[in-house]
């Protein structure tokens, strides 16, 4: 069966989350390394939310995380 974050992990695919307290150090750094990078959303709470895009709760993140492998591969 296909996960319910089918959309967010194509989403997600070749590409990095990150979470930080100082987003414009991240930035200053992706730019210093010719790497694309922006702010897409916030974390805080029990969700991960996309700005205008959808919002998740960590537990779920956490399923898909742990379950797409062993579905993949067995």
Known sequence: PRS???PY???FRSRAVVTTT???AVLA???QRGVAARVIGSTGGDAVAVQGLFEVGIDELRAASEETLP???G
Do not use: G, P, R, S
């Open 4 to 6: 319910t974050l089918f």
């Open 9 to 11: 992990t194509t989403l």
């Open 22 to 24: 100082d987003a414009d």
């Open 29 to 31: 750094l992706a730019e």
């Open 71 to 73: 579905a993949l591969f």
